[in-house]
């Protein structure tokens, strides 16, 4: 029987002499179950494996010794910070689906949320009278499940930990007698025992696995083993309770044959001097090293013994045979017996330093890759079966904005992402699950400053030894600059394209234009057609218009030459403030600029001026009168910034994608070439033009670097 057991016995020795005797009245029988019930539990073994049962017969143990007619166990989720029913029993699902959103949404208005917070018993004898329910939907809850009364008792373990909760419900009002509350008591403090006792069995079976690889891994056989203590306190023998691989190939011995034998019983006994000094680590728990033969082995073993708990003693050997018999024959000569000894010494420092350095390596490699998966820039995250987070590095927490150590163990829809958002991921990673093969997979996701960003997915199944998928990892990228270096390929090509064009026919259109404007002024001088003047003034206007365009369309052209000179941006503006001030008085707006320092850069003058001129044209077309114009300059990390903004309404994202392509135009009288011939000076002065825009206005910035 446990120690649990003995204190248990204990206290329900205490509480048979508190029962009054047969001298004040007749002792009842649902005493005497009650004490056989939680005597049967005491002595009930308790495993990781079996909690739930035994947690079960706890609350059928409480209910049949309350005289309740229902009840539940609720434990505390360090988790999610609430009680969580574990067992329960005589309730219908809408009642439990209710009583576990109550603990997660209002847990400290609930009798079990007050017991566990005050640390001690609630009890309400009528639900219908009690102000933890009256005005609640939790009253019609329970009146409708028949629920009458509650008691709440905390379970709290003899060390003072608080782990949970025992409930009982009662289909009529109550009132309870000392005596039940003291068997409801003594059940409390004997399931909270068992689940503390369970819980560190679960973090012992953990901290087992975790070296169990050291344990089999390890180059010394090892050996572990319980002492046999005569009534006297003295060592009569050693059981036998674990040894690893290199135990069995050193000795000979395999596993299954020596567990939980006595070393005494083996036909080839142990070494006396061996088992001597096992007894005086055992009296004094001082560990021991010492040489010994194994004559069973006919081996020399160096054997290191200790006691890492009352009672236990672990042994590690290593083979030294060859070494010894060096050593016993380098007797024959001092000098050479030195030498091998110092050698062998050596050898043994090598060794230690050896796994030294293996140790550090290794540790080494795991910050090494830690490092590597914690800064690639790279979303990484691994699921279970049921796609709840095991593992997501720190990437992918800047990428959706929650703590990574929060996510373990939930789904999307638990860390309230939207389903909207979530649901085409889903979709891939059930399909990789589900074909055990790579999903390569595009998506958009809302990034934390509110903006859309594209990603590309690989969700990549992971397999068992058997081929069955036990996680799932994801591989996230986010490929938002690459599409829009993309964009920006694709539209520099079509303007690559129309400037070719452009190159090819704009001066064959141009000489014949030239031709009937010559003839058309010579014509507008006679005086026997001066009655046509008007409309070969407009003719010659409407050439002249189309030669415009053509000298635009011209400006297209890649291969254009241009005059690179040292200049300043800032001398550019202020030459053409006068012109751009007149433009703004024409169009009935204003005008601001401001001029920062900046740099000197390598431009062609005109064509700076006719990006300028084109942008504030544009600006000032696209504002009501009375609106601002501001044209800025600054410096940043790739060099001399030019920035043009108007009060417009804004860019619809329809023309937005398409911004630059010759011919595009929202004017009823614009050709669109004017943004075209934009990011064609941009490109020959190795600028990039950016565009912000809103329902406020549109921002034109030019990156010019140095």
């Known amino acids: 029987m446990s120690k649990e057991s003995h204190g248990l016995g204990r206290k329900l020795r205490r509480l048979n002499q508190a029962i009054p005797s047969n001298h004040s009245r007749k002792r009842q029988p649902s005493e005497f179950a009650a004490i056989r019930h939680l005597y049967e539990l005491s002595t009930c073994p308790v495993s990781p494996g079996n909690l739930n049962e035994v947690m079960a017969e706890v609350l059928s143990t409480a209910i049949t010794l309350s005289g309740a007619d229902m009840g539940a166990i609720q434990l505390w989720d360090e988790q999610s910070g609430t009680l969580k029913i574990s067992v329960?029993?005589?309730?219908?699902?809408?009642?439990l689906d209710f009583f576990t959103n109550a603990c997660t949404d209002y847990c400290d208005r609930t009798p079990c949320g007050v017991a566990y917070e005050k640390r001690q018993r609630v009890l309400i004898e009528d639900v219908r009278k009690s102000p933890v329910f009256i005005g609640?939907?939790?009253?019609?809850?329970?009146?409708?499940?028949?629920?009458?009364?509650?008691?709440?008792?905390?379970?709290i373990s003899r060390d003072g930990l608080l782990v949970g909760m025992l409930s009982t419900h009662y289909r009529q009002t109550i009132r309870q007698d000392k005596l039940n509350l003291h068997f409801i008591d003594l059940l409390a403090c004997q399931a909270a025992d068992i689940l503390v006792q369970a819980q560190a069995e679960a973090a012992l079976r953990a901290s087992e696995e975790k070296y169990r690889l050291l344990f089999e891994s390890m180059y010394e056989g090892f050996v572990l083993m319980k002492i046999i203590y005569s009534e006297s306190?003295?060592?009569?023998?050693?059981?036998?309770?674990?040894?690893?691989?290199a135990y069995e190939w050193q000795t000979g011995r395999k596993r299954e044959e020596v567990l939980n034998r006595r070393v005494l019983d083996f036909s080839t006994p142990v070494n006396p001097a061996w088992f001597e000094k096992y007894k005086?680590?055992?009296s004094t728990g001082q560990p021991l090293t010492f040489e010994e033969y194994a004559a069973s082995l006919d081996r020399w073993m160096l054997v290191s013994a200790y006691s890492p708990a009352p009672g236990i003693i672990a042994t590690t050997f290593t083979d030294i045979t060859a070494c010894k018999r060096a050593e016993i024959a380098l007797k024959e000569s001092v000098g050479e017996y030195r030498l091998l000894s110092e050698e062998l010494r050596q050898h043994r420092n090598n060794l230690k330093k050896l796994v030294e350095e293996r140790t550090e390596e290794l540790k080494r490699s795991e910050r090494q890759y830690r490092t590597l998966i914690e800064n690639i820039p790279m979303g990484i995250s691994r699921y279970d079966t049921e796609l709840r987070y095991m593992y997501a590095a720190s990437h992918w927490e800047d990428t959706i904005g929650f703590n990574a150590a929060l996510l373990k163990g939930k789904t999307w829809r638990e860390i309230g992402i939207s389903e909207e958002v979530y649901r085409p991921w889903q979709e891939k990673f059930h399909q990789a699950l589900h074909t055990r093969r790579v999903v390569e997979f595009e998506t958009q996701y809302p990034s934390l400053d509110g903006s859309i960003k594209d990603y590309r997915i690989h969700a990549i199944p992971e397999l068992d030894e058997q081929g069955r998928v036990e996680s799932l990892l994801s591989v996230l990228e986010d490929i938002t600059e690459r599409k829009k270096i993309d964009a920006e390929l694709q539209r520099l090509d079509r303007l690559n394209t129309v400037g070719e064009m452009a190159a090819a026919i704009?001066?064959?259109?141009?000489?014949?234009?030239?031709?009937?404007?010559?003839?058309?002024?010579?014509?507008?001088?006679?005086?026997?057609?001066?009655?046509?003047?008007e409309q070969f003034a407009i003719m010659i206007e409407e050439l002249d218009r189309a030669n415009a365009i053509i000298t635009d369309f011209l400006s297209l052209a890649k291969n254009r030459a241009i005059e690179l000179k040292l200049y300043n941006l800032n001398d550019v503006i202020s030459a053409l403030q006068p012109l751009l001030q007149a433009e703004a008085l024409r169009t009935g707006h204003k005008l601001k600029i401001n001029l920062r320092?900046?740099?000197?850069?390598?431009?062609?003058?005109k064509e700076i001026r006719q990006l300028l001129l084109n942008l504030?044209?544009?600006?000032?077309?696209?504002?009501?009168?009375?609106?601002?114009?501001?044209?800025?300059?600054?410096?940043?990390?790739d060099g001399a910034v030019l920035s043009i903004s108007d009060n417009g309404p804004g860019i619809s994202p329809e023309i937005l994608d398409k911004l630059g392509t010759p011919f595009l135009t929202t004017k009823a009288t614009g050709t669109g070439l004017g943004l075209a011939v934009c990011y064609r000076i941009a490109d020959r002065h190795n600028a990039r033009i950016t565009v912000e825009t809103s329902c406020s206005g549109t921002k034109f910035t030019v990156s010019f670097g140095l």
Request: aromatic letters at 6%.
């Open 88 to 95: 329960h029993k005589g309730f219908h699902p809408h009642f």
């Open 136 to 155: 609640t939907p939790a009253l019609a809850v329970l009146l409708e499940a028949g629920v009458m009364a509650i008691q709440s008792t905390p379970l």
């Open 233 to 245: 306190g003295e060592v009569l023998d050693m059981l036998i309770l674990d040894v690893n691989p």
């Open 280 to 282: 005086q680590v055992a």
């Open 506 to 533: 704009g001066h064959e259109v141009r000489n014949p234009l030239t031709t009937v404007r010559g003839y058309l002024q010579i014509f507008q001088r006679k005086a026997e057609i001066d009655k046509y003047r």
């Open 597 to 605: 320092a900046i740099p000197n850069f390598c431009m062609d003058e």
């Open 616 to 637: 504030a044209r544009n600006g000032f077309e696209a504002m009501e009168p009375g609106k601002t114009l501001v044209i800025e300059t600054g410096v940043d990390s």
